[in-house]
């Protein structure tokens, strides 16, 4: 492990800041919606749980994002954990919203494209949504979950992997 370089935040340093946001390991995830015209989805990190009482979860879109407003007005959404050998199709939904193609989709009692083949399923609907800076955060509440077995898909420092569950 290497010394810490410390920074400070005035004048803003953009690169340093994300390098060290880079440094804790997230999942990934792929979040849906319905729209007018037909299944949109986005791959997001910023997932986490909030509340078992009532069961809560958050995710993140930036507002820069094209895809940000149709979520922002999205009653219902689902967020999917994506599996270790799931990275194609988290690299196709940061690419486009409609990376749909391959998957088994299904849509759910609330009208939300959904997929099965993945680590764990929250179907939510839209309970608040905060800003925050150039993201908002929308709090979902679950409607329904469900999970499998297997090795989540991992995100740090710039980089997809996988657990090392020996270590």
Known sequence: MSRLRTFDMEPPQDRQFRDALGQFATGVTVVTAATDDGPLGMTANSFSSVSMTPPLVLWCPAKSS???????????????VLAADQRD?????????????????????????????????FDCDTHQIHDAGDHAIILGLVRSAAFGEGEPLIFAQGQFGRFDNKA
């Open 66 to 80: 094209t895809r940000f407003e149709i979520f922002a007005r999205a009653a219902h959404f689902a967020i999917h």
């Open 89 to 121: 199709v988290a690299l196709n939904f940061a690419k486009s919203g409609a990376a749909f193609g391959g998957l088994d989709l299904t849509v759910n009692a609330q009208g939300v494209p959904v997929f099965d083949r993945c680590l764990a399923r």
